[in-house]
């Protein structure tokens, strides 16, 4: 791994550092942040962890998630790190702070980067970018607690629990060693499960009432015209029960930012590439889990996304 020992070297040369991730903050892009900047800190370097987007709420458990910014006070700095982003463009306003480093880190495990970095470590097979980040961290030595709490976080969200298909031996064996580590899987569990609150639940409540399928029952979708992003994300909830219809193998929610702005997630059960799905709209992610964003009405959104995912499917979701 040539790109790991050239990352190595770069932080050690240089003094000054921002981190960022991709808009809307997850797990394994918050998890990532804190972990690099908790090692960055451990050997005195100067670091600020710049997001598009405030904290989600049930992140804020998490060592050191207080001293994200959103705005870059720094004139230049030497070297940027862009985490969990297959693109530039996915941190969003940061994106314009990138220039002002003399240096971009990529790392990521998306199957769709697109190595805009100067370094680009991308492992498309490894189930999340805090898997990734273990590895620097063992190597550099500066493994503890905190650390390790990051760093399970980002795992335990990208693999759904350690349920999705992204997960493998060696992700438990990464886990097993941040256990030694006397994290707390219990306690980040019960943070992570507590997601929304009563008024959430007649909202969800109601996207559920008006979910649509395709003949065959293999595809479920629904477009919300009202979504407003909130304290929490209700996106991996709604997912998580449209999950429970057996045989269906393609999930979809449009979710109406703004007039001609529909963001558009897309999850698969077993077969289909949503990633493919994701990129012909002009987005990207994993096979099993992508989104884009539609500068359009919802209403052609939804009908030329479906169209086309009944095209590419066949019609017959489980056969391709
Ligand atoms: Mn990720």
Not at 59 to 81: C, L, Q, R, W
Not at 104 to 115: Q, V
Not at 311 to 320: D, E, M, Q, S, V
């Amino acid at each position: 791994m040539v790109e790991i020992k050239k990352i190595i070297q770069a932080i050690q040369k240089n003094k000054s550092f921002i981190i960022t991730a991709h808009m809307n903050l997850e797990g394994d892009a918050l998890g990532s942040e804190l972990a690099v900047y908790r090692m960055l800190k451990k050997i005195g370097k100067k670091v600020s962890i710049i997001n598009h987007d405030h904290t989600p709420a049930i992140y804020k458990f998490m060592p050191s998630s207080g001293v994200v910014k959103n705005e870059m006070t720094e004139e230049k700095v030497d070297v940027a790190i862009v985490l969990d982003c297959s693109d530039p463009y996915r941190p969003g306003r940061v994106k314009d702070y990138l220039s002002r480093a003399k240096l971009i880190i990529n790392i990521d495990h998306h199957i769709s980067n697109t190595y805009f970095g100067d370094i680009n470590w991308v492992e498309p097979l490894q189930s999340s970018t805090c898997q990734m980040l273990y590895t620097l961290c063992e190597r550099m030595k500066l493994m503890d607690k905190d650390i390790a709490t990051c760093l399970y976080t980002g795992i335990y969200t990208d693999t759904g629990k350690f349920s999705y298909s992204n997960t493998n031996s060696e992700t438990h064996r990464v886990v097993a060693e941040l256990m030694d580590y006397k994290i707390v899987p219990t306690a980040i569990h019960e943070a992570l499960s507590s997601v929304c609150v009563p008024d959430d639940m007649s909202f969800i409540s109601k996207v559920l009432g008006s979910l649509q399928f395709d003949d065959n029952q293999q595809i479920c979708w629904a477009a919300i015209d009202n979504w407003v992003e909130g304290d929490y994300d209700l996106t991996e909830i709604i997912f998580s029960v449209m999950r429970l219809l057996k045989d269906v193998e393609v999930f979809v929610l449009f979710k109406r930012l703004e007039e001609k702005r529909i963001r558009v997630n897309f999850r698969s059960r077993a077969v289909v590439d949503v990633n493919r799905i994701a990129k012909f709209f002009g987005g990207g992610g994993h096979k099993r889990a992508s989104g884009t964003t539609i500068e359009d009405t919802l209403y052609n959104t939804e009908k030329k996304v479906m169209d086309f995912i009944k095209r590419f499917t066949n019609g017959k979701a489980k056969r391709i």
